[in-house]
DNA sequence: AATGAATGAGGCTTCATTCAT
DNA sequence: GATGAATGAAGCCTCATTCAT
């Protein structure tokens, strides 16, 4: 017999790790106090020791909760697509848009935990090869079904892509400017998929006519 | 008449930031104090106070040092390549090699300073502007030379670029593994100027045919 | 008609002094929690306090049981030895064998309890004076009987046994080493009744001659 | 150049281990906080951590300056006496002194070091030791020289007076009571080395006809 | 009667920064 | 110019105790 409902003990812990996602997206991880977090959950210190282990725990709660979101569904949209080309289109552009719902997640994600020394083998790493591995399979469909050169290195490929939008999407970010995520994604998927070099000199020749 | 020669002052300065660096990059920026660099200096924790502001300006200095540092010769090493493949590569291979040389630097510039809100405007995002120009450049001139298709948007390849080879390095980085600069250079240039997708099928006759 | 018998009321304070009794003792006082202490009696915290008003009430508890249980018999069997020397000796390996037996109650006892301002005049003190009335009692008896010296004062020699008891078990303890009881018991019983001093010369000469 | 004189710093650390011994032995270890201590001192709770690695550390400085202090001339003052029964009475009424002189830091030492995890060993047992090889020395001294009974194990003595005297003093200073040092000393004297069996009958048939 | 969630004070310790020397 | 002693504000976390359920 729980002296509370299990509903009001699941809506402490929500309300706790609403607010520590609040404070730590503001703040930063070690910028952040316990009492801030406390306080902006309107809780007391202590009690958020009961919920969560440490402050540390609270932050991978936190991330995890926000993989466990942006997962739902990437696969299976993604897949949804028939072309390759597709594909790849979908899963950037969902990339981007989380980046744009959710700058401040992202940035504590690269800030606070892929810089850590517990990152390496933790449930957190999981979640993140969990979430990027879905570029490793469309590739791996897309060379074995000879659409994408054979020589790509979808590791390689992933670190692009990933990278790319970070940083793409950080600068936007951070300057407050806005990205048009449409347009980025039809960019950048253009961009992967043909390659920077113009096409070769025989195709241009009417161009060069002109 | 300074009590001290100019050139005393500078070696004092020097020892200082030589020692920040050194401490910032083995604790972080929260994880060093300033009494465990005035001691790296062997200096005392006063005088770190005459010659920096305060931490954070000791972190800038310390960056603006490395960033001054890895922009020497930038430019003019990639302009010496003649072609447009040629300078990409090389750019990639020196940035490349900057993570893995100073691996360090990288993640506290990265944890600790674009992730700032005082960052955005300051002479540190000059410096980067500066040093990422370069890329931007060699694009601009291959575009007008007709090598690089005229739809690129350059600022976004080079978000690409600088995007994917910092996601890159840092996986390697922290998961210890060891970084192969020129393969990693090979792949990443290859993939960017042709392009993912496979030509199309007439070119390949040939090779069914073989 | 209460809702629990008193029978069960009764297991629940068994249940809870148990559990103080071997946390106290693994732990020491400050360093156990209520909490500890509920979950090893498998009760929930709250319920500690319906049967003991507080923490140290609890400790005083524990040893009261301690004191009662070592306080058993004792009288009795001192008694039924005949000489004072045999009864000495019952009284002082009965009171070796306590501290081995509970090392951890009598340190919880010495550090915790009498150093206490609460302690003169409690009911534990009003225990321990129980527990050592024994000794005061039969050196009493052999003063009458002219068996002990009449100079003898009872109470001193009290404190020399009981603290020569607690030092010498403490440190083997402590120590890690065994104590041999029997050894310890016949050792002290010996000195004490015969005192350091060789015997006079004149007596030496005798046995020297005999 | 040292910022204060040392003497000030020795002032310094003075002050702080005064007021630490004065609350230590108000409060006990446990019951201490920093905060009191540093207030005690007038001086702030950082400083405290400048001249004491924390506050188990200040525990032992405290206790280690209290040996030090009753560790002086305790050797040559025993040693001057000529008799072993001189000697014994000599070290007794010095120890009892002690207790009666500084109740406080035996109590300090009783409850919380001897008890302590990482006495056994310590620097602090080490002090200890030495205090206590005074007896240990003139008893094997008035061995070898035939005035005290060969079979008496000097290690099992030791703690019988060492136990006693802290047993007896630590009664009399927790009721508040007044402990008479020459008293107690003639009668532990004379109990310890005489025993406390009376004389065999014919030596009494003697005083009966005095 | 029993629970255990909740409180909130308080403990130890660190450290950026200042300023008397 | 240089020192490093001194400050004091936080920070994280624990836990005895209370009280709504």
Redesign the pocket.
């Known amino acids: 017999?729980?002296?509370?409902?299990a509903k009001?003990?699941q809506d402490?812990a929500d309300s706790i790790l609403r607010a520590a996602k609040t404070v730590f997206s503001e703040k930063g991880y070690e910028g952040?106090?316990?009492?801030d977090i406390a306080r902006a959950a309107d809780?007391?210190?202590?009690?958020v020791?009961?919920y969560f282990r440490?402050?540390r725990d609270l932050l991978y709660h936190v991330l995890r909760v926000f993989y466990e979101r942006i997962l739902v569904d990437l696969e299976r949209s993604v897949m949804a697509e028939t072309t390759f080309e597709a594909q790849l289109r979908e899963l950037i552009r969902r990339h981007l848009s989380v980046f744009v719902a959710d700058t401040d997640l992202c940035r504590l994600f690269i800030s606070e935990v892929r810089v850590a020394s517990d990152y390496h083998g933790s449930a957190i790493q999981e979640l993140n090869r969990a979430y990027t591995s879905v570029l490793i399979k469309i590739v791996d469909q897309a060379v074995a079904a000879g659409t994408v050169r054979g020589d790509i290195n979808p590791r390689l490929l992933r670190d692009i892509i990933f990278g790319a939008i970070e940083h793409r999407a950080w600068r936007f970010v951070n300057s407050r400017g806005a990205l048009d995520v449409e347009e980025t994604t039809d960019e950048l998927t253009a961009l992967l998929t043909r390659g920077l070099l113009a096409p070769p000199a025989r195709r241009r020749a009417g161009a060069r006519a002109g």
């Open positions: 017999m729980p002296v509370i409902s009001r003990m402490r952040s106090s316990i009492a809780v007391s210190d202590g009690l020791y009961r440490n402050k």
